[in-house]
């Protein structure tokens, strides 16, 4: 803890205090006394301390550092923060655990959050990420049963396999996640030693209105290291804290992490004739298919202060575009759009944005919007706050309008066209990517969560891991000790005749 040099203790608005071990009593022995102001103040603002904790994403740790411009990439984007090789722009990280409460263990098998945060000079842009290229689903209305499912049961608060095994069985498209998921990327070694995805697609367009379809990786410079399952559960209980503490150690040491930032960029013609749906967040873009090109770096290089101040109040949001990139018409993308602003509202409040993590500190805020709680700025001081007004009031720009985009078709509630291409992907990173190594630490660490769950979800899910290679299904098959014909009859089947044929008494 950072020693301060000697002050006079106050309360909350600046009154000395002389005393703040002994309450106000009526005698030595006598009741507290309600004069006591202090006391009462003391234990009021104690009594609020909490705030709601992210509904996901709870446990975290958080950075700041910068992001460097290595590749001239204005003819992709007129990104101003991507305007010139050099270039420099302050960032904030924050790396999370997707499925723990606050107090969860960083070991834990989940996804991790990889969110940055970009103060530019046209206003702050969030790339709010994970560490793995793809999602276990791919339509927004999915998302909140999906999460109930990685969080505690109702009835025990116990976190359930079944619920989450039954979930993924009846989804079948989260079969690529869920096979990096319980391979031993599900648990990284440290924040360090990850890489950090868009997954999504985006958009960036450049100064002449030309846009292309882009997905970012940052590429890890410390190199991939992931614990293997047992070495997870040793640390859950070792260290609950340890990437939170090896973040900190780390950059207090001077020994800054980076990232690499690669992209994968398609012309709207290369992205008609691409074999996979672009919109669709189960599925990558082979790289043999689209080569990433390398655009920058990211450093982090200083450690918060205060955490509360600084991580816990931290707020990214999807739809933090800056001029030069917008947003894909992903259906799950356009969830978040609406999802985060919602959440922020609810766990930090309607003036988030004045919390100086969040502040767009090198584009201030220049708006018509006005007071709510917490308006701890000069709240537009005495000049206009409506617009078209004569007073010369900050006006819009039209040169920061997007360029559209086509779009067609019946409104309604459709499917991806391409579910049956499902099983292809994760078949090839089992088959072609992972080593025999890997391959024999996802069976092992399936089995340990799988093998809690009822036999007919056990059954089902065996199918899709055959659907997706016949080697993988086998294996997990096998270690549960399940019929293998009768697995193999039920990757014959369609979806809908395999969950008919797996009730769950
Ligand atoms: P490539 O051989 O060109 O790339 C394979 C990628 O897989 C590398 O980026 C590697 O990341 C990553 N990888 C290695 N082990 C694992 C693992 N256990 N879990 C997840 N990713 C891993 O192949 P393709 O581009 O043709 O993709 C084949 C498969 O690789 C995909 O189906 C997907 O599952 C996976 N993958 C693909 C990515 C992409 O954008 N194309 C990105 C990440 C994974 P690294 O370089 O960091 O070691
Ligand atoms: C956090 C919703 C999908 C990455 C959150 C939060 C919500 C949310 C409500 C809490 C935010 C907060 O309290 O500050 C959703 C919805 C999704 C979705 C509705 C799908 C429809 C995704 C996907 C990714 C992702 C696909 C990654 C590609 C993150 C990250 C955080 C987060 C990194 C933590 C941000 C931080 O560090 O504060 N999400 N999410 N989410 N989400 Fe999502």
Same mark, same amino acid.
């Given at each position: 803890?950072? =020693?301060?040099? /000697?002050? +006079?203790?106050?309360? $909350?608005?600046?009154h000395?205090? *002389?005393?703040?071990?002994? !309450?106000?009593? #009526? ?41 460097e ?14 305007? =010139?090789?050099? /270039?420099? +722009?302050?960032?904030? $990280?924050?790396?999370?655990?997707? *499925?723990?409460?606050?107090? !969860?263990?960083? #070991? ?19 790339m ?45 498209e ?34 002449k ?15 991939i ?5 047992p ?29 690499t ?30 080569p ?61 944005h004045?919390?100086p ?38 006006a ?110």
């Amino acid at each position: 803890m950072a =020693k301060k040099k /000697k002050e +006079t203790l106050t309360g $909350a608005f600046g009154h000395p205090i *002389g005393n703040d071990l002994n !309450s106000v009593t #009526a005698g030595p022995r006598g009741p507290v006394l309600m004069q006591d102001v202090h006391l009462l103040e003391k234990l009021s603002h104690f009594d609020r301390e909490r705030i709601p904790e992210r509904v996901v994403h709870a446990k975290g740790a958080g950075a700041y550092g910068y992001f460097e411009v290595t590749a001239d990439v204005t003819k992709y984007t007129r990104a101003a923060f991507l305007s =010139k090789v050099g /270039k420099k +722009t302050d960032v904030f $990280a924050r790396f999370s655990t997707v *499925g723990g409460e606050k107090g !969860s263990a960083d #070991a834990e098998r989940d996804p991790r959050g990889f969110a940055l945060k970009f103060y530019t000079e046209e206003g702050n842009y969030d790339m709010t990420g994970n560490n793995t290229p793809v999602f276990f689903i791919r339509d927004p209305l999915k998302f909140p049963d999906f999460i109930h499912t990685q969080k505690r049961d109702p009835a025990t608060n116990l976190k359930s396999p079944t619920m989450a095994w039954d979930f993924w069985s009846l989804t079948p498209e989260s079969i690529h996640q869920v096979t990096i998921l319980f391979s031993d990327r599900g648990t990284p070694a440290t924040f360090r030693n990850m890489n950090g995805y868009s997954s999504h697609t985006y958009k960036w367009y450049n100064a002449k209105g030309d846009y292309f379809w882009v997905q970012y990786h940052f590429k890890t410079d410390q190199g991939i290291r992931n614990l293997t399952g047992p070495e997870a559960a040793a640390m859950c209980g070792k260290d609950p804290d340890h990437a939170t503490r090896d973040l900190h150690d780390a950059i207090a040491r001077g020994e800054y992490p980076s990232w690499t930032l690669e992209m994968q960029i398609l012309t709207p013609k290369q992205a008609e004739k691409f074999g996979w749906d672009i919109f669709d967040i189960t599925k990558v873009w082979p790289h043999k298919e689209v080569p990433p090109i390398t655009v920058g770096k990211l450093v982090l290089n200083r450690n918060p202060e205060n955490y509360f101040a600084e991580v816990e109040q931290a707020a990214f949001n999807p739809s933090n575009l800056v001029p030069g990139i917008g947003v894909s018409p992903d259906k799950m993308l356009q969830g978040r759009l609406f999802s985060y602003h919602d959440t922020h509202l609810h766990r930090l409040g309607p003036n988030y944005h004045l919390i100086p993590v969040n502040q767009p500190k090198n584009a201030p805020e220049k708006s018509y919007q006005r007071d709510g709680a917490m308006r701890t700025d000069h709240n537009g001081g005495g000049g206009p706050n409506y617009w078209p007004n004569s007073f010369g009031g900050p006006a819009p720009d039209n040169t920061s309008i997007e360029p559209p985009i086509p779009l067609d078709g019946q409104g309604g509630r459709h499917e991806f066209a391409h579910k049956n291409d499902d099983f292809v992907q994760p078949g090839n990173l089992y088959r072609h990517v992972m080593t025999e190594q890997d391959r024999a630490n996802l069976v092992s660490n399936i089995l340990g969560s799988l093998g809690q769950t009822p036999k007919p979800i056990q059954l089902r899910q065996c199918a899709l891991f055959y659907k997706a290679d016949a080697d993988y299904g086998t294996r997990v098959a096998k270690g549960l000790g399940l019929d293998l014909t009768k697995v193999k009859t039920l990757a014959s089947m369609t979806q809908e005749e395999r969950v008919a044929a797996t009730p769950v008494k």
